[in-house]
């Protein structure tokens, strides 16, 4: 047995176990890891989202502009 071991088991006990805060610390850092990237990757597919929306609507608003202008001619406007 090492002495560490030795030493553990005289301070807490034969058979009881005591944590490994670097064992835990590395699984919570994992696991906070890989819950940010997935917050990464939904914020970026809802701007990709977003930024087609916004497209979407800018192209549909561009082309009821232009809709007018043959009406406006015929009565009379110039729209140049």
């Keep these: 047995m090492s002495a ?9 006990g034969t058979g ?3 944590a490994d805060l670097g064992d835990a610390s590395r699984r919570v850092t994992t696991s906070l890891a890989v819950g940010s990237f997935a917050l990464y990757m ?3 597919a809802v701007l990709l989202a977003g930024g087609l929306l916004v497209a979407q609507v800018l192209s549909r608003s561009a082309s009821f502009i232009g809709q007018g202008r043959g009406a406006l ?8």
């Design 4 to 12: 560490l071991k030795t030493r553990r088991e005289l301070s807490v």
């Design 16 to 18: 009881r176990t005591c």
């Design 73 to 80: 001619r015929a009565i009379g406007h110039d729209a140049s």
């Design 42 to 44: 939904i914020a970026l």
